[in-house]
């Protein structure tokens, strides 16, 4: 059994955990996750209440379970919005090559100069912290890491035989693009994809803790962890399972990840 199969099958098992627990949120959870019930407030988890409750009597498995479903939906917008911009950017930037090429990754790279959480800071305080405002920001945020990624993979093709023999053909540039050039930037960009949805989870739940997610009372795994700090003390279950679900996941992705990488990256055969 090679390395990656054990890295596949835990990082594979937790994201579907996961992704199943977000589509069953999605639409049912065992109570109302913005319910209040004052008279369980502070529950301890056990008998009707799995994870205890929070400080408004709101089931906290609900809202876990309700916050799985908006964090992955706002993730996957945001990775395929930059995976899209940056694909298009990168092939295009690296095939024309030029002054086009010179202008734009000049741009990119001062965007790249920037962390990615602090551009997303900047951008909301522009689109607003909402769900969608989010997802744009944090799309923005991310292409220019995908754009660099492509270009490279792009230049290291552009002179290769088969390309030429496209040319050669009297195919258009456009055609030689989509049809030679794109398929094979599939295989760097699915395993930039799998690190990006990491990135965007983290990222999204670090804008929710700070106030600038979503919007209170809609439950996300981030504002969860920012809601516990003032009942640390006495229900430290409030920030214990929205942390392990947040930590649980990164970690299912990163090995999903690197099991990815080990199957696609041709450098890492045999290794």
């Not at 106030?211 to 795994?221: D, N, R």
């Not at 299912?252 to 990815?260: E, F, K, P, Q, W």
């Amino acid at each position: 059994m090679s390395y990656s199969a054990p890295n596949a099958l835990i990082g594979g098992t937790t994201i579907g955990v996961v992704a199943v627990a977000a589509l069953i949120g999605a639409v049912w959870t065992p109570y109302d996750p913005l319910a209040i019930d004052f008279m369980a407030r502070l529950a301890p988890p056990g008998g009707a209440h799995w994870l205890g409750t929070d400080e408004f009597g709101r089931d906290v498995l609900s809202r876990l379970m309700a916050g799985a479903s908006t964090s992955a939906w706002i993730s996957l917008l945001t990775v395929i919005l930059a995976v899209g911009a940056g694909t298009a950017l990168g092939v295009f930037t690296g095939f024309v090559r030029g002054w086009v090429d010179r202008v734009l990754m000049t741009f990119n790279d001062a965007l790249l100069a920037f962390p990615g959480i602090l551009l997303a800071l900047g951008l909301l305080a522009v689109f607003g912290a909402n769900k969608y405002g989010i997802i744009f920001a944090l799309g923005i945020a991310y292409t220019p890491s995908v754009a660099r990624v492509v270009r490279g993979t792009v230049l290291s093709l552009r002179e290769r035989e088969f390309v030429e023999a496209s040319r050669v053909m009297g195919n258009s540039e456009i055609y030689t693009m989509w049809r030679h050039i794109l398929p094979n930037c599939i295989a760097p960009l699915t395993v930039l994809a799998t690190s990006l949805f990491g990135w965007v989870l983290l990222a999204e739940s670090a804008l929710s803790f700070l106030g600038l997610g979503v919007p209170p009372p809609a439950p996300t795994w981030g504002n969860m962890l920012a809601a516990s700090r003032a009942f640390i003390a006495q229900a430290a279950w409030l920030g214990i399972f929205p942390g392990l679900c947040i930590s649980l996941t990164l970690l299912g992705i990163n090995l999903l990840g690197d099991a990815v990488r080990d199957r696609l990256d041709p450098r890492m055969r045999g290794v």
